[in-house]
């Protein structure tokens, strides 16, 4: 029993630490960039931080001191983590599970349809302020730069191997 506390212990304070650069990594987000993308992106990455860096306190301080009212609020809180990204998990494949791409002749890219995708991802992206953000993402990661560069045919353009986004 003796042994299990210290390893708890040990690992959640190398969480904690781990914890420390995620939040400075969100709060360089939050001075630096003034984009919509990484604006977009610090409020997430900053409470993730905050996150781990709670849950791994409490499995550090109920494993040190042996606190059992810590280490149950630990144990339930790491329950409902797992359980929510079982559930996250499962969204994400139910929500884009149908789009796989429709082959097109002599194209060495997949074609993608929004109507393939399901009809809550559909009016996600016809939000015009959740298509906003996207598309200001994808124009900052300069997703589609190269392609003219690449392919300056229509014939090599065909053959290309296309991510989806690029499509």
Known sequence: MGL?????GI???LT????IPIIAVGGWLANQHNTECYKYLQGPVIGIGVF???VSLLGFLGSCFRQRFLLWLYLVVMFLLILLLFCFTIF???VTNKAAGQVVSNKGY???RLGDYTSWLQRQIKDSSNWAKV???LSEAKVCNSLNSDYPTQATF???NLTPVQV
């Open 110 to 112: 997949k074609e993608y």
């Open 4 to 8: 299990s506390n210290y390893l708890v």
């Open 92 to 94: 994400a494949f139910v």
């Open 16 to 19: 904690f630490l781990l914890s």
């Open 11 to 13: 690992l959640n304070f």
């Open 135 to 137: 598309e200001s993402c």
């Open 52 to 54: 781990i860096l709670v």
């Open 158 to 160: 065909d053959k290309a």
